[in-house]
């Protein structure tokens, strides 16, 4: 098995990344992130080896390449193969993320050692097995930015504001997921966002929608700061016991993509006063001194699509950027 980095997270199943653990950070910077990596099903621990350049377009490029041996459900000694590519892109405006895999024989069974094991959530027993085998396999792209908006203008007692966003994106293949993340200030002395709400699109087909945030209070402090993520993901489950995605058939060869690199764009915000009339003698700026569009109200989407804080966040434990 192909060794390059060692690094720790817990290795449950990524469905979703909202709240703060990517949020915090500046008054204003744009980042991108992607790894590819090998773990095994309730781990807190995981290997890492992809190879990080910038191609000629400013993206951020990850690619991955590694190898398993082990005993498939049937006894038979096998060896699987992965391939991952992540490209990622932001702005202060756009968000381009695209994520794939490619696993090759994979295989299944039990008795095959661990490769990564570790069940301290401080990461500090994590050990690797290089005759173990991992029971998943995973690509996973990021591209957020952080920023402040200021209103100036006429803002009375109950106006709200909400941000507005549209995407466009394609998930083709088994445990291909998408999911973006907007957190909204105030920020508290960790720099913990007091808001946080996401957008899931989990099943594989297109997607192209424009998405809002709840309305919130403007108070007397007329500042509005955010950090917004998108995030692409394919996960290669072999482990039966895993509820999502389902596991591959063994043996079988796999392919997998979420490519949402057409944009998940940041439209404007919206103000509305305490009757919901549109409020549009005010300015917005941001903290690079840019004007912000005024936009109309959005309807807030359904629960379905629109989940609060937590609830995507399933196990994975990530560190946060500050």
């Known amino acids: 098995m192909f060794l390059s980095k060692r690094k720790v997270i817990s290795s449950c199943v990524v469905l979703g990344l909202v709240g703060n653990a990517l949020g915090a950070g500046p008054a204003a910077s744009t980042w991108t992130q992607g790894l590819t990596w090998e773990s095994n099903t309730g781990q807190y621990a995981y290997h890492e080896f992809d190879s990080p350049t910038v191609d000629s377009a400013g993206y951020s490029v990850n690619t991955g390449y590694a190898s398993s041996s082990g005993y ?12 991952g590519l992540t490209r990622n892109f932001a702005s202060y405006t756009d968000l381009h993320s695209y994520s794939d895999g490619v696993v090759t024989d994979p295989y299944y069974n039990a008795i095959n050692p661990l490769a990564w094991t570790g069940t301290s959530s401080d990461w500090s027993d994590t050990n690797y097995n290089p005759a ?7 690509t996973l792209g990021f591209a957020g930015f952080n ?13 709200t504001f909400q941000l507005v966003y549209e995407g466009h994106g394609t998930n083709v293949g088994p445990g291909a997921a998408a999911d973006m993340a907007v957190n909204i200030g105030p920020q508290d002395s960790k720099g913990n966002f007091q808001h946080s709400e996401g957008f899931f699109a989990f099943d594989p087909g297109n997607y192209n929608a424009t998405w809002a945030t709840h309305r919130y209070s403007l108070g007397s402090d007329t500042s509005i700061s955010v950090g917004v993520f998108l995030s692409t993901q394919v996960v290669f489950n072999l482990n039966p016991a895993s509820w999502w995605p ?20 940041f439209l404007g915000i919206s103000i509305v006063d305490a ?13 690079n001194g840019f004007t912000v569009p005024l936009v109309a109200p959005v309807p807030v989407p359904e629960p379905s699509t629109f989940v609060a804080a937590g609830v995507g966040l399933l196990c994975l434990v990530r560190r946060r950027r500050k």
Do not use: R
């Open 72 to 83: 498939d459900s049937k006894g038979v000694w096998q060896t699987m193969w992965f391939t």
């Open 246 to 265: 389902a596991s591959l058939p063994e043996g079988i060869s796999a392919s997998a993509s979420s490519d949402f690199g057409a944009t998940a764009k």
């Open 147 to 159: 920023n402040t908006y200021t209103v100036g203008g006429n803002i009375l007692p109950g106006d």
């Open 275 to 287: 009757n919901g009339n549109p409020v549009n003698d005010v300015t917005i700026t941001d903290a």
């Open 132 to 138: 173990g085998s991992p029971d998943n396999w995973t």
